[in-house]
C-alpha cells in the first residue's frame, strides 16, 4: 500500500503535465474604439491701427519767375498802372490748392469669420484741423478719403481677407487722404481732424 502512493502521485502528475501541455493558451482580450473631434469656433476679429496721426510737411520756399518784364504808365501823382500786374488770373499755381496723399500701412486685421473675410469701412468723423482761423479741411468720399488693402480693393467700405489669427498673415492697408487748403492761411500745427476706420466680420 505504502509503494503504491508514490507510483499513484507519479501517474497523476504525468497525466496533469500532458494535460497542460495539450490544453492551448487563453488569448488576450482587446478593444478598439474611435471619437470623433469637432471644434466650433466663434467669430474673431482683431483691428490694429494707429490712434494720431502727426503728418509733418516739408518745408517749401520759393520765387516764381512770372514770364519776364512789365510795361508800367506812372502818373505824376504817383499811380503806376500796366498790363502785366500779379492778379489771381495771373500767379502761377506753384502749390495745389488739394493734396491727395497716401498713408501706407496705417491699419491692419486679422481673424475668423464665417466667410474668412471682414468688411473694413473708413468714414470721416472730423473733417476740419484748425489753428486759429486758419482750417484745413479733410474731403470726404470715395476717391478723396479711403482705404486700400494689399490684394487691391480700394474704396470707402471693401472686403479683405482676414487670413486667420497670427499677426505674420495679417492683412495690411493704406489711407489715401485728400485735404482741402483753400481756407488755410497759418504755419503750424493744425488739429482736431479725424477719421474711423471699422471692421466687422462678414
Given at each position: ?6 507510483f499513484?502521485a ?25 471619437t ?12 490694429h ?10 518745408e517749401?520756399?520759393?520765387?516764381v ?5 512789365g ?22 499755381d ?6 491727395t496723399?497716401?498713408i501706407p ?9 464665417p466667410?474668412?473675410?471682414?468688411k ?37 467700405s471693401?472686403?479683405?481677407?482676414l ?40
Amino acid at each position: 500500500m505504502n509503494l503504491k502512493s508514490p507510483f499513484l502521485a507519479l501517474a497523476l502528475l504525468a497525466m496533469l503535465s500532458i494535460v497542460c501541455l495539450t490544453t492551448p493558451a487563453s488569448e488576450a482580450s482587446t478593444k478598439t474604439g474611435s471619437t470623433t473631434v469637432s471644434i466650433t469656433l466663434p467669430d474673431c476679429i482683431i483691428l490694429h491701427y494707429y490712434s494720431a496721426l502727426n503728418l509733418k510737411f516739408e518745408e517749401y520756399s520759393q520765387a516764381v519767375d512770372q514770364g519776364g518784364s512789365g510795361t508800367w504808365n506812372v502818373q505824376w501823382s504817383g499811380a503806376a498802372d500796366g498790363g502785366s500786374q500779379l492778379s489771381a488770373s495771373t500767379i502761377q499755381d506753384v502749390l495745389p490748392g488739394t493734396v491727395t496723399m497716401t498713408i501706407p500701412n496705417v491699419w491692419a486685421v486679422r481673424g475668423l469669420s464665417p466667410s474668412g473675410n471682414a468688411k473694413v469701412t473708413i468714414t470721416v468723423v472730423n473733417n476740419q484741423l484748425v489753428s486759429g482761423s486758419s482750417k484745413i479741411t479733410i474731403l470726404n468720399g470715395a476717391g478723396q478719403t479711403q482705404i486700400d488693402d494689399n490684394a487691391g480693393h480700394s474704396g470707402t467700405s471693401i472686403n479683405t481677407s482676414l487670413n486667420g489669427l497670427t499677426t505674420s498673415t495679417a492683412t495690411i492697408g493704406n489711407v489715401l487722404m485728400t485735404l482741402d487748403f483753400s481756407q488755410t492761411n497759418m504755419a503750424g500745427a493744425h488739429s482736431g481732424g479725424q477719421y474711423k476706420i471699422t471692421a466687422e466680420t462678414i
